[in-house]
């Protein structure tokens, strides 16, 4: 699937073996088919089963789609050209078409910068728009099905490529980087376990960070590639008075085939051979850099909150009462035992709390709770029975493994309260 960003109504999908349309989602919900065909007299096209599809990140009207060539089209599918010619080894005969283009991406950093993968072990890049095309063999001239080729956003000379082999009992692992368009490859994840890889994908915002989807779940670099970890997510184990104790949803092993990182809310989408569809936040491990994954303890700035008299008041409806949340995130180089608390300007201790550390990004919510009262009028809330801070500035400090970090954590003035009874509980 591809949206217009410029109306996000315009999309483009399909199903099996190239059946492609493009859809208004308007009241009208005009449907319009786009798939391109063959010329007169030529054999027919190739389509996979899955057939891949892009849309110009730099001009919108141009959409790019696979069949054994690629396919161009400068006016949102209503006529196409061939971009090229055939780009795999030729078909062979069987249940479903072979010899077919399985992956297609635009460079995000040069318009008419492609690269194609087929499912017979083909690369091939254009640097000129399709007018000629370099084959970029990978893996020692394995044909091994191309899962993924995706062109760098940061390096116009980098692309990373994943390869497939379960369907030739081949169940390795198959991530590859290339630093000059493709000329020379270096294998990638080789502690990745043996699983095959549906996806590989670079995060916009860190060129260090990769995400890699497997057969059995999802993983991260934050070298490059030089290392992987699982990231399944992580659940809350603390019972601590001011600690949100809700278990936090853990990414399940299930097949991994599709990533995006929606770059502006930094949410990584992922998709499941399950059809499920699972968002982690990943704006914190987008700020992974060396320096800080090298330090014992490093505490990131929390974000800002609007301040609300509503806080632990039930109000006059049957729903839980409002509370706040912020996260206090930090990463640790080994675990223990990590000591929170937030203070005044002055110094003084407002909360305290512990949290059993892990070795790397950990996550603290804390609900904005007060020992005691901040000023002579403030009440606690009706329905928690808790003080929470005011507008003002405060200091978070973490504690761990002899280390100390401090971060500033600001309540900003929320909007006057309505002049109302408050409506106390029995």
Do not use: C
């Not at 999309?11 to 989602?25: I, K, P, S, V």
């Amino acid at each position: 699937v591809q949206v217009d960003p410029r109306d996000n109504r315009t999309t483009y999908t399909g199903f099996q073996f190239g059946n492609m349309f493009r859809l208004d989602r308007t009241g009208a919900g005009r449907s319009t088919r786009i798939t391109p065909r063959h010329e007169l007299g030529e054999r027919p096209l190739r389509f996979n089963w899955q057939t891949p599809i892009w849309l110009s990140q730099h001009v919108p009207d141009v959409l790019y789609l696979g069949s054994n060539k690629v396919h161009r089209s400068l006016d949102q599918g209503a006529t196409w050209e061939a971009f090229s010619d055939d780009l795999t080894h030729g078909g062979r005969p069987g249940d479903v078409p072979y010899g077919t283009l399985t992956s297609i991406h635009e460079s995000p950093l040069e318009f008419g910068l492609v690269a194609a993968g087929s499912d017979d072990g083909n690369l091939w890049v254009t640097e000129d728009g399709g007018r000629t095309w370099q084959e970029r063999r990978v893996g020692a001239g394995t044909e091994l099905w191309v899962s993924r080729v995706e062109l760098s956003g940061h390096d116009r000379n980098r692309i990373l490529v994943a390869l497939n082999g379960y369907r030739w009992d081949h169940f390795d692992s198959y991530v590859y980087l290339s630093e000059d368009l493709g000329r020379t490859w270096q294998r990638i994840g080789t502690d990745l376990p043996a699983e095959p890889v549906n996806v590989a994908k670079e995060d916009p915002a860190n060129p260090d960070i990769l995400y890699v989807g497997t057969d059995a779940g999802l993983y991260i670099s934050l070298d490059r590639g030089q290392s992987f970890h699982g990231f399944r997510g992580q659940a809350a184990d603390t019972e601590d008075p001011g600690l949100d104790h809700s278990a936090s949803a853990m990414m399940p092993n299930a097949p991994v085939h599709d990533l995006v990182v929606q770059a502006r809310d930094k949410d990584l989408v992922v998709g499941t051979h399950g059809r499920s569809i699972w968002i982690a936040d990943v704006a914190h491990v987008q700020q992974l850099t060396a320096d800080v994954l090298a330090s014992d303890l490093h505490v990131f700035n929390p974000d800002t909150t609007t301040h609300r008299e509503s806080w632990g008041d039930l109000g006059y409806t049957w729903s839980d009462p409002p509370e706040p949340e912020v996260d206090i995130v930090f990463v640790a180089a080994r675990a223990g035992e990590a000591r929170v608390r937030v203070l005044d300007e002055e110094d003084e201790r407002l909360w305290e709390g512990s949290h059993t550390a892990r070795a790397g990004l950990n996550y603290v919510t804390y609900t904005l709770v007060s020992d005691r009262a901040l000023t002579e009028e403030q009440e606690p809330g009706d329905a928690t029975d808790a003080f929470y801070l005011v507008p003002g500035e405060y200091v978070v400090e973490v504690r761990l493994n002899g280390a100390t970090e401090r971060v500033p954590l600001v309540v900003n003035a929320g909007p006057p309260p309505r002049s109302r009874a408050r409506k106390k509980t029995p």
